[in-house]
């Protein structure tokens, strides 16, 4: 099956970071562990170091590694699951919310040992 990517970025609401990070490290990644076809889940925080004159909306990314070939049906059962009890939601998540699907285009590459 295809691997592809769902990459999610986020923010805490202010004043609820502690909040925030628990739940989603403890209650989120979890719950979308459980959604068929979601295969490894991973979070990031957005490094000190950036490239020059960037803009950087989100402090927050997970990545989400999706074993399938049926995107379609991994978006239905989030949605399905949404605010359910299979996926609880959490008020210290801010509104804004950006996520993508990413399906490859090439293999991996890595650079061969010299």
């Given at each position: 099956?295809?691997?592809?990517?769902?990459?999610?970025?986020?923010?805490?609401?202010?004043?609820?970071?502690?909040?925030?990070?628990?739940?989603?490290?403890?209650?989120?990644?979890?719950?979308?562990?459980?959604?068929?076809?979601?295969?490894?889940?991973?979070?990031?925080?957005?490094?000190?170091t950036q490239m020059p004159d960037t803009l950087q909306p989100f402090k927050y990314m997970a990545i989400y590694?999706?074993?399938?070939?049926?995107?379609?049906?991994?978006v239905d059962e989030l949605n399905a699951r949404l605010g359910s009890p299979d996926l609880v939601m959490s008020d210290a998540l801010a509104p804004k919310v950006d996520a993508y699907f990413y399906a490859p285009i090439t293999t991996r590459r890595t650079l061969a040992p010299s």
């Open positions: 099956m295809p691997k592809h990517l769902f990459v999610v970025f986020t923010n805490a609401v202010d004043g609820l970071e502690s909040e925030f990070n628990q739940w989603y490290s403890d209650t989120h990644l979890p719950d979308l562990l459980n959604v068929p076809g979601v295969g490894a889940a991973q979070r990031f925080s957005l490094s000190h590694e999706l074993e399938t070939d049926n995107i379609q049906g991994v």
